[in-house]
């Protein structure tokens, strides 16, 4: 039943050691998000896609990148993680963008940085 | 920026004991959604509230969207354990391409038996 995947659940990565997380849903759904959730702070939106089309949000570090190959894999990659990049990474996605859309959250990733 | 402040941060109750948690903005916002969040998962979506002062109920659970559209409030009635978690509210703009959603930073209940 599960409708939105992300692997791994827990990552630890090295200082400057690249590193992907994977988001994939079987709800076909058009739109996919990327968020980061520091503790005890909102969910923050890195970027999303509407279909192949990639939105970067204007305050997303250069340091993380997306790729959506198909409808229903997208990645996160973070190309030299540094100590304030361990947070949770929440992947979304929602059927459109109407105002009334519901996202649906996947289980996240906690990237822990040493 | 549009900014979404919740109200408390952090909220510790009895079971049974009543509640009610805030979201407040500055902003107008075309439609408002709560979600729950349990540790080591991501947020579940409880309900979207579109008009002015709509009211919602699920259960236990009673929601309100402002007349003005900036505000919000969910109401717990007689909390219980399962209850405990983090409470988000979002709040969507119609004018953005994709109505973007702003989070809250959440309340954190813990409700004890």
């Known amino acids: 039943d599960a409708m939105v995947i992300q692997n791994p659940r827990y990552q630890v990565t090295q200082f400057g050691k690249p590193v992907t997380l994977s988001c994939s849903q079987t709800?076909?759904?058009?739109?996919m998000y990327w968020y980061q959730q520091k503790s005890s702070q909102a969910p923050k939106l890195l970027f999303h896609y509407y279909d192949k089309d990639f939105n970067n949000e204007a305050d997303t570090p250069d340091n993380f990148q997306s790729r959506r190959p198909n409808t229903s894999f997208c990645f996160l990659d973070i190309r030299s993680p540094g100590l304030g990049d361990a947070a949770m990474y929440l992947c979304?996605?929602?059927?459109?963008?109407?105002?009334?859309?519901?996202?649906?959250f996947g289980p996240g990733t906690r990237l822990l940085v040493l | 920026t549009q900014l979404l402040e919740q109200s408390p941060q952090f909220l510790s109750i009895q079971e049974g004991e009543n509640l009610t948690v805030y979201c407040n903005s500055s902003?107008?916002?075309?439609?408002l959604q709560w979600y729950r969040q349990e540790p080591g998962e991501g947020p579940v979506l409880l309900v979207t509230?579109?008009?002015?002062?709509e009211v919602k109920k699920l259960k236990r659970l009673t929601f309100q969207f402002g007349d003005a559209r900036k505000d919000s409030s969910l109401h717990i009635t007689a909390a219980q354990p399962g209850d405990t978690g983090l409470y988000l509210c979002a709040g969507r703009d119609r004018g953005s391409t994709l109505g973007r959603l702003y989070f809250g930073r959440g309340t954190q209940l813990t409700v004890w038996p």
């Open positions: 709800l076909n759904h058009n739109v």
């Open positions: 902003s107008v916002f075309s439609s």
């Open positions: 509230v579109v008009t002015g002062g």
């Open positions: 979304a996605t929602s059927r459109g963008g109407g105002f009334q859309e519901t996202q649906y």
